[in-house]
């Protein structure tokens, strides 16, 4: 399983985090509010944990969401454990 991160920067809203984590990754806006908190304090946070596959797939959609939108939000993915 492959975890999905998601990386604090200066420019990314935190509005635009906590819609990335409902949107696509079905949290709940308490629960997105929870991760989107975690990232921009320690700098990071997980999105979600998902098959290698999956978790691409969603690292390069919201990256090209955000990028549309102008926000240079980094997504990685990385093997859990």
Not at 16 to 24: D, G, K, Q, R
Not at 25 to 31: L, Q, Y
Request: proline share 2%.
């Amino acid at each position: 399983m492959w975890r999905v991160l998601l990386h604090n920067d200066d420019y990314t809203t935190m509005d635009f985090v906590i819609h990335v984590l409902v949107a696509y990754f079905h949290k709940s806006t308490a629960e997105a509010t929870h991760i989107m908190l975690q990232v921009h304090r320690k700098g990071i946070g997980v999105a979600g944990t998902y098959t290698r596959d999956v978790a691409e797939t969603k690292v390069e959609l919201v990256t090209q969401e955000a990028r549309s939108q102008g926000m240079p939000l980094m997504v990685s993915a990385e093997p859990e454990g």
